[in-house]
């Protein structure tokens, strides 16, 4: 085989950027001019696009994607004690506020082909004290938001999605009618991490609702609890966007369907390759009722054949990742006497059984099918 190929990455951040480099360099060149490094023209007009690109909602932009689930429930006035029912395969991230401001993680199962939080598990964790839900957009596709939000307003629950993998996805009600990802919910949590789908240059974070009272307190405490500049009406944070990421985001926000585009194609050469092998191989299911943006490509792998199919892969120089090896109720920040082994059991089996490919925009023909080929060739050895 020719070493033609360039060196095959999770996600090629730098392939990316070549093709947008002098959009790119001048925005940033246009911000360090500027001296506006913080709030400044570019963060506002990030603002107002992605407000648009969403269908019209109030966006907040903030540091990252986990002070924006923080000030998420800061804004929504979560006591310790309340009881906040997520997902327990998810990013840390998701439970890890819910505990540091001393509200009571609940986790719940997924279901086995979407890897989204469960409606039936949610329903059957509901207590007095449940105050929100927090799906989360695992791996680009939306979690069942209309059975959610059912439950929601029969519960009087607060919903804030974290669609920190699944910015640009829609949500396809019943009715046909289509919402984007994260403004479904009370209010929904983003991040422009590098390697998100709609990435930075660093750190970066958004919140959006369609509530203007509660986009005046969001924003208020993002910024130390201020309204009025030294009044300080309540105990905020610091958590803002810097301009330099703005700028970035401007430019990446008006190919982020594009991309999207060009990780579905991967994804539909992966399902292709993959789909003859179901009693091995499972390929990812797609939930018909949201269009998905492929933040990863998972893969289920059979008989305890992962771990030897991803050594397989590395000796061929082609990386893969295990999204997420261990289950949040058998981390040890999260242990808790309510918890045990074998309590949900999708989780666990996904645990072990899931292999995330390459998934990025840059990911050309020859590059699918040397990977598509060195996993079936693991297969037939
Ligand atoms: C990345 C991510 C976060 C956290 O975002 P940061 O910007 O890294 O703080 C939260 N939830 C999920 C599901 C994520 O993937």
């Known amino acids: 085989m020719e070493k033609v190929l360039r060196k095959i990455q999770m996600v090629d951040l730098t392939g990316q950027y070549e093709k947008i480099k002098p959009e790119v360099d001048q925005a940033l060149g246009r911000v360090i001019a500027s001296a506006a490094f913080i709030n400044g023209p570019e963060v506002k007009a990030f603002q107002s696009e992605l407000e648009y690109y969403l269908g019209g909602i109030h966006v907040i932009p903030c540091a990252n994607g986990t002070d924006a689930l923080q000030v998420a429930m800061m804004a929504l006035g979560l006591q310790p004690g309340d009881e906040v029912i997520t997902a327990d395969f998810t990013y840390a991230a998701t439970a890890e506020v819910i505990a540091l401001l001393k509200l009571t993680p609940v986790l719940v199962d997924v279901n086995p082909g979407t890897f989204t939080i469960s409606p039936g598990a949610i329903e059957k964790a509901i207590t007095p004290n449940t105050k929100a839900i927090v799906p989360v957009h695992l791996f680009g596709q939306c979690a069942d938001m209309e059975e959610i939000m059912n439950i929601a307003r029969r519960h ?48 970066g974070g958004a919140l959006f ?97 992962r771990d030897g199919l991803r050594d397989y892969l590395k000796s061929m120089e082609i990386p893969s990742m295990i999204y997420y090896p261990v289950p949040l109720h058998l981390q040890k920040a999260y242990q808790n006497k309510r918890y045990k082994q074998g309590d949900f059991p999708v989780t666990e089996n996904l645990c072990s059984s899931v292999l ?11 590059t699918l099918e040397y990977i598509t080929s060195s996993v079936l060739k693991y297969f037939t050895h």
């Open 209 to 305: 609702t369609r509530d203007a009272g509660l986009a005046g307190k969001i924003k208020m405490i993002c910024n130390h609890g201020q309204a009025v500049q030294y009044y300080h009406d309540e105990i905020g944070v610091n958590s803002r966007l810097d301009s330099l990421q703005a700028a970035v985001l401007r430019v990446k926000l008006k190919h982020l369907d594009e991309y999207a585009g060009a990780r579905n194609r991967a994804a539909d050469c992966y399902d292709k390759a993959f789909s003859g092998h179901p009693e091995i191989i499972k390929i990812p299911v797609r939930n018909p009722q949201s269009t998905h943006v492929f933040h990863q490509y998972t893969l289920q792998i059979q008989d305890n054949r």
């Open 356 to 366: 995330s490919l390459p998934m990025h925009t840059e990911l050309d023909g020859n």
């Open 156 to 203: 009087n629950l607060y919903v804030i999605e974290d669609t920190a993998q699944a910015i640009g996805a829609d949500y396809i009600f019943a009715g046909g009618q289509r919402q984007k990802a994260g403004t479904i919910g009370t209010i929904g949590c983003t991040s422009f991490f590098p390697s998100k789908n709609l990435g930075c240059f660093g750190d």
